[in-house]
């Protein structure tokens, strides 16, 4: 097996919920309103550390697609899937971006920053 390099983003990102692994900036979702088998997901034009599965035809809500699952670099956890070919006109737009499912990211200002608003002892002498 070879070296695995990842890919940093700067700005607000959304990561892997297993490993915290960045995978995607927040400006590139496309939309908020995708729903797979697990719940909520969310449509992004470019992600960065994942691997691709096996191309497979599935049968979404949607019609019937071209689709890869892919999978975190780092843990190897399944986090969503790329289309490759939309077979309905109407769903053309889907082709060559990325499904990440909302149960397997983490918003990276969501899990990642905590700010503690509780006075520290300077704060209680000063007032």
């Known amino acids: 097996m070879g070296r695995i390099f990842f890919v940093e983003l700067e700005g607000r990102t959304y990561k892997c919920k297993f490993c915290k692994t ?7 979702v496309v939309s908020r309103g ?3 088998r697990r719940g909520k997901a969310y449509l992004f034009s470019n992600v960065v550390n994942v691997t691709a599965g096996r191309i497979e035809e599935r049968m979404m809500l949607s019609g019937m697609h071209t689709v890869t699952d892919i999978f975190c670099v780092c843990c190897g956890q399944i986090v969503g899937w790329k289309y490759e070919t939309a077979h309905e006109q109407s769903q053309k737009y889907k082709e060559g971006k990325f499904v990440l499912e909302r149960g397997r990211i983490i918003d990276g200002l969501d899990s990642e920053f905590y700010i503690d608003t509780r006075p520290s002892s300077s704060d209680a002498e000063e007032a």
């Open 22 to 28: 960045n995978l995607a900036l927040a400006e590139s």
């Open 34 to 36: 995708f729903h797979c």
